[in-house]
């Protein structure tokens, strides 16, 4: 009667043996382990492989640009000529592509602060106060981040023919008012949303005007994001052509010298050159500032990304 129990099937056995179930469960944990190590390796290869293409696609064109900016042949293709920098040489001598530099730095830093004082007060109204047509208000501020830019421009010049207002450098600052201060608003907007509103009640209950809630209060908890505003409202605006091309009549942004010179094969590698620098600059200024503003949030124990996300 005791046979089956001493004499049971190996299966039987295995399992009152302790030994073998510990080399089973090893054996489980290291199939489970490897299985996970190459899901891992094959999701990092699929990231790696996706920002590569990323990069690819946003710093090719660039790259391109300042590799041919040392051929000396006025043609963008292999095989490659000689080095030279003769057109850096000829580029630093080009009096109307330093002219409309020159009026591309103008617009955009008069554009830059309207926008920042625009979209601050429009955003602490939007999120601080409760009035009748607020969602309207929003949405008629927002709309032109919807809008297409060609829409936009060519309803510029519309306007001011109708005004008979003569096209110029300020017409175009206007129209850069109209698309880049909307953005503004709404990186300020989602983070006005996340302070605590006790603060802005705090300070009225202890006497302060609501001008004066919004200069010592409000505003230096929002100089980081102030800050990443006014680096994307410059980038706009130098770098806009759309909008510029239809509003600023017979005065010349670097974006229109630039599509005006194209059109001239010997002009190209200038362009090419020119571009490389200011491209070059534009980076350069644009990291460091987002580097100076990540070093802030950071011993402010917040996320530079928070920022842009408005998480």
């Known amino acids: 009667?005791?046979?089956?129990?001493?004499?049971?099937?190996?299966?039987?056995?295995?399992?009152?043996?302790?030994?073998?179930?510990?080399?089973?469960?090893?054996?489980?944990?290291?199939?489970?382990?490897?299985t996970m190590s190459r899901r891992r390796r094959a999701a990092a290869l699929v990231r790696t492989a996706f920002?590569?293409?990323?990069?690819?696609?946003?710093?090719?064109?660039?790259?391109?640009?300042?590799?041919?900016?040392f051929n000396d042949s006025i043609v963008i293709g292999f095989p490659f000529g000689q080095p030279t920098l003769e057109w850096y040489r000829q580029a630093m001598a080009e009096t109307p592509a330093w002219d409309s530099l020159r009026a591309s730095l103008q617009v955009a830093?008069?554009?830059?602060?309207?926008?920042?004082?625009?979209?601050?007060?429009?955003?602490?109204?939007?999120?601080?106060?409760?009035?009748?047509?607020?969602?309207?208000?929003?949405?008629?501020?927002?709309?032109?981040?919807?809008?297409?830019?060609?829409?936009?421009?060519?309803?510029?010049?519309i306007f001011f023919s109708l005004l008979n207002v003569r096209l110029s450098l300020w017409t175009v600052g206007v129209m850069h008012v109209v698309i880049a201060f909307p953005l503004v608003t709404a990186l300020l907007s989602a983070q006005l949303v996340r302070l605590d509103p006790h603060i802005h009640e705090a300070s009225l209950d202890l006497g302060a005007t609501e001008t004066e809630t919004l200069r010592h209060v409000i505003v230096p908890l929002l100089l980081p994001t102030i800050?990443?505003?006014?680096?994307?409202?410059?980038?706009?605006?130098?770098?806009?052509?759309?909008?510029?091309?239809?509003?600023?009549?017979?005065?010349?942004?670097?974006?229109?010298?630039?599509?005006?010179?194209?059109?001239?094969?010997?002009?190209?590698?200038?362009?090419?050159?020119?571009?490389?620098?200011?491209?070059?600059i534009q980076i350069l200024l644009i990291v460091g500032v987002w580097q100076l503003l990540k070093i802030r949030m950071d011993r402010r124990g917040q996320d530079i990304r928070d920022v842009v996300a408005g998480a």
């Not at 004082?117 to 999120?127: D, Q, Y």
Request: charged share 10%.
């Open 109 to 157: 830093v008069i554009v830059t602060p309207v926008c920042l004082l625009l979209g601050l007060l429009s955003a602490f109204a939007l999120s601080r106060f409760r009035f009748r047509f607020r969602g309207t208000a929003s949405g008629f501020i927002l709309l032109p981040l919807v809008i297409p830019w060609l829409l936009i421009g060519v309803s510029g010049l």
């Open 51 to 69: 920002l590569v293409a990323m990069a690819l696609l946003l710093f090719g064109p660039i790259i391109v640009l300042a590799v041919f900016s």
């Open 227 to 280: 800050g990443a505003s006014a680096v994307f409202v410059f980038s706009w605006s130098f770098n806009n052509f759309i909008v510029s091309f239809f509003t600023a009549g017979f005065d010349n942004t670097f974006p229109i010298w630039v599509f005006s010179s194209l059109r001239r094969a010997r002009d190209l590698p200038v362009v090419n050159a020119l571009a490389t620098l200011v491209s070059v």
């Open 1 to 34: 009667m005791n046979s089956p129990r001493g004499s049971g099937s190996g299966l039987v056995s295995d399992s009152t043996n302790p030994a073998a179930d510990r080399q089973a469960m090893r054996q489980s944990d290291r199939s489970i382990f490897w």
